[in-house]
């Protein structure tokens, strides 16, 4: 229940600032989606951020957050002030740009990017990007946390969303555009994937399956080929990001879900091979995508490094077996 806080229009207080500290907490849980990920993007503990929020919600006298088994979701008001404080702290950030002046920063394009593909793919196209355009330097920071693009965290945000994972990449201030859509194999190490040579699709419920930070990939891989009634837990370990899903398969602890994008190295040199089941269909879970702020969008860096990466992308897909 929303607690209603009452100030007189005499009150010094009432049109007051609350802690920007606090505020700065509550837009980075409200953009993260959890406590601790906004601690890492801020660097701090989560229990700072605990306390953060719970003095904003203090001093505003209302609940923002509802916390129900283990779950963190804005209430009403809180998506509503969310919104708010969000294009607040986006102003401020570009009004003081443009004081401090980004000629120099325009040369410098930072670059967040989903740390599988920023390892696998990304980095290597990047070095051949600043040969071609030597007045420009590339910053990449591998993280699975989302930049905040309109308080100029980065200048780019590059990662994998599903097709069913809201928030897309769009929203307000950002645009983007699909680098791929590349289908989804099932990699094994040779001695595992001989293992299951003979096995069907169903027969995948029971195998020593690897996921990423839950099992939602498997589960659609599995949907989409016509394997009805899943368990409510599908067996396997959790690695929680991608490139550690892709070394267990690697070091023979079971199958993982993975695009040629970032397995290419090992299936050319044999440390893993793709499972081709008789009964599997291709399936294509979701896209990569490239994300700036629309005041970026056609800047000269950010639009050569997009163009170029476009390029890179149709040249490796077309190099591939099938389109694998």
Known sequence: MERKAIRSKDDPNARAIPPLPSIRAFEAVGRLGGIRRAAMSMNVDHSVISRHLRHLESWLGVSLFQRLGGQLNLTEVGARYYGRISAALAELALATAEIRGRDDEQKRILVWCVPGFA?????????????????????????????????????????????????GPGGRGVQYVELARPPIMIVASPSVADQFKDASVADLVHAPLLHEEHDQQWRSWLSLNNVQNLPDNLPGSLLWHAHLAIAAARNSRGLALASTFLVDRDLKDGGLVELSLS????????????????????????????????SEVASFIRDRPSGR
Request: proline content about 6%; charged content about 25%; cysteine-free.
């Open 279 to 310: 009964d599997a269909r291709p399936v294509v879970l979701g896209a990569y995508a490239f994300v700036t702020r629309e005041n970026r969008w056609s800047s000269d860096g950010v639009l050569q490094l997009r163009r170029f990466l476009q």
């Open 119 to 167: 390892a696998q793919w990304i980095s290597d196209r990047l070095a051949i990007f600043e040969k071609a355009m030597p007045h420009y330097s590339v910053e990449l920071r591998p993280t699975d946390l989302r930049a905040s693009l309109l308080t100029h965290e980065a200048d780019v945000d590059i990662r994998f969303y599903l097709d069913d994972w809201p928030p």
